[in-house]
């Protein structure tokens, strides 16, 4: 899926006012600090600095989009429920993220990360309320279970039954950058979000 590589980065916003209104479709990542979003990003685009790997997580506070050639924009969102963020930070990102993923007009799907062993949290669960509506409506939506090769053949496919009971009309793949595991399913699904008509 060579057209991931095309991958650059856009602008970055730290309110939802200052994100550019776009006409291509939009596909956003979601996801706990250390769910290995960025890793998964970099993977998925082959450039290894893309998505910035912070040493501190959820110390980004911005929403980040990076333009997918003329095709579609990956916008990564920033990661949520790490302690070392003040309490009010943390309100008013979770206020910002949760109007982005309601209110964002050329979003045409959600992919949240998780990590298997952790399961899902309860600022996952906040985030899958928030956008129970859009989903029941069609918009397109994939639990990705990050880190797999971490998990045996068996806690994988019982880790994704859970997630797709979880996803609520949504997919459930697994996905491990360190054996390219997932990458190629990923990037298809992505190109078939992105070009097909409403």
Known sequence: MGWMHTARFLTTAAELFHLPELDVPEIAFVGRSNAGKST??????????L????????RTQHIN???????????????YGYAAVPKQDKLRWQKVM?????????????????DPRLGMTELDEVLLEVIRPRVEEGLNFLVLLTKSDKLTRSEGAKA??????????GQAKLFSA??????EDLAQLMWDWTHTDD
């Not at 994704?160 to 009309?169: C, D, F, M, P």
């Not at 360190?178 to 990458?183: F, I, M």
């Open 98 to 114: 949760a109007n982005y993923l309601v209110t964002r007009e050329n979003l045409k799907g959600i992919v949240l990360l998780c």
């Open 65 to 79: 989009l990076f333009a997918l050639g003329k095709q579609g924009v990956l916008a990564d969102l920033p990661g």
């Open 178 to 183: 360190l054996k390219k595991q997932g990458v």
């Open 51 to 58: 998505a910035f790997a912070s040493k501190k997580p959820g």
């Open 160 to 169: 994704l039954s859970i997630a797709k009971l979880q996803a609520g009309g």
């Open 40 to 49: 998964c990003i970099n993977t998925l685009t082959q450039q290894k600095q």
